[in-house]
């Protein structure tokens, strides 16, 4: 070999070198951590024990959805995605604790699975990015406004004005004669003023009374149910609560012992045995979250993604239950409803 040729062979060799250095380094581990209030469970029999092993395990669940949207925008646990769970099961006084030893992690973002969690999260650090799930966020405090969050806090907002009311609406076209329903609230959750409020303002002009029925943990359902009857309700409206998600068959199992016809806010409580329900998808809620921790790994503020607001909402109508509960759902109902489970 000619000396020259030598030379440049060598030359060009070595100019490629931290091009192929650069190329096999690993990619940029990204770590989230995702806190909740109560989430998840390893069956509802067990009570509040998290149960993280099978967190996102299933693409049809929330947690699941949020996991494969992550997967479809390319983060892959053990590769370049540490996904970090907490659960504050029923405490909030631990949110503290739980976010500082998140951020002690390092964590690139948060989210933060409710209002409440949120607040919690956002009072607890004012520098990690946060991503959040809230029926409320403005009236909470978390944002300045929907379209200019600022500050170190966005995400999506699962609240829509008059949903509380379009809830009863239906479930009074679904019970014939109804007058007197039993409202499930829970005064630990702040949204619930607002629907509360709503279900108020729709009851005075459906000729309905509404019972509240106060419960801040699963050991209050039976009690709350107990009133319903005394107090001779003929149906049953949940607000949307962490709890009434996370014990959907208790709830569900009582509401039918109870003969009472319910309206929920997800389609799992149909799913689980009630009535009806009508409201955003949790499943598409989770995967919207993904798409905001995306962005903000990429580069994006929270202070300039502005929150998403719910514009599709599906009525899941069990006809199986409605037959059980000796009623017949009219025609206009179940040519309006999403799904009909049989």
């Known amino acids: 070999m000619r000396r020259r040729e030598f030379i440049t062979l060598v030359g060009g060799a070595a100019a490629g070198w931290p091009f192929a250095a650069r190329s096999q380094q690993p990619a940029k581990v990204h770590r989230v951590g995702f806190i909740g209030y109560l989430l998840p469970v390893c069956g509802e029999a ?7 092993d099978f967190v996102g395990a299933n693409p049809n669940s929330p947690s699941g ?17 540490v996904l970090e769970w907490r659960s504050a099961e029923l405490r909030l006084e631990r949110m503290p604790e739980l976010v500082a030893e998140l951020v002690g992690l390092k964590v690139d973002v948060l989210v933060a699975n409710g209002g409440p969690v949120a607040v919690a999260v956002k009072n607890a650090t004012q520098t990690v990015p946060i991503v ?27 609240y829509s004005e008059g949903i509380s009311g379009k809830r009863l609406e239906l479930l009074k076209e679904a019970v014939p004669g109804l007058a ?34 106060e419960v801040r943990g699963p050991e209050d359902f039976e009690a709350a149910f107990a009133t319903a009857k005394q107090h001779n309700a003929q149906a049953l409206l949940a607000l949307d609560d962490p709890l009434t998600w996370i014990y959907r068959s208790r709830i569900t199992a009582l509401a039918a012992s109870s003969r009472l016809p319910a309206m929920y806010a997800t389609r799992e409580l149909p799913d689980a045995g009630g009535l009806m329900s009508y409201g955003v998808s949790l499943v598409h809620l989770f995967r919207r979250l993904a798409t905001f ?13 502005p929150v998403e607001q719910p514009t599709k909402f599906e009525l899941v109508i069990n006809v199986k239950v409605a037959k059980a509960l000796g009623l017949t759902v009219p025609p206009s109902l179940l040519t309006l409803a999403d799904e009909l489970i049989e």
């Open 65 to 81: 959805g949020f996991v494969q949207a992550l997967r479809e925008l390319g983060y892959v646990e053990g590769k370049n995605l």
């Open 46 to 52: 067990t009570g509040p024990k998290p149960c993280f």
């Open 132 to 158: 959040m799930i809230a029926n409320d966020p403005v009236g909470l405090g978390l944002v300045g406004s929907l379209s200019r969050p600022g500050g170190n806090v966005t995400g999506l907002s699962y």
């Open 293 to 305: 921790v995306d962005k903000i790994l990429k580069g994006a503020k929270p202070a300039d993604l």
């Open 180 to 213: 007197r329903v039993g409202v499930l609230r829970n005064p630990m959750v702040p949204g619930h003023a607002i629907l509360w409020k709503e279900s108020e303002v729709a009851a005075q002009r459906l000729g309905v009374a509404l019972e509240a029925l």
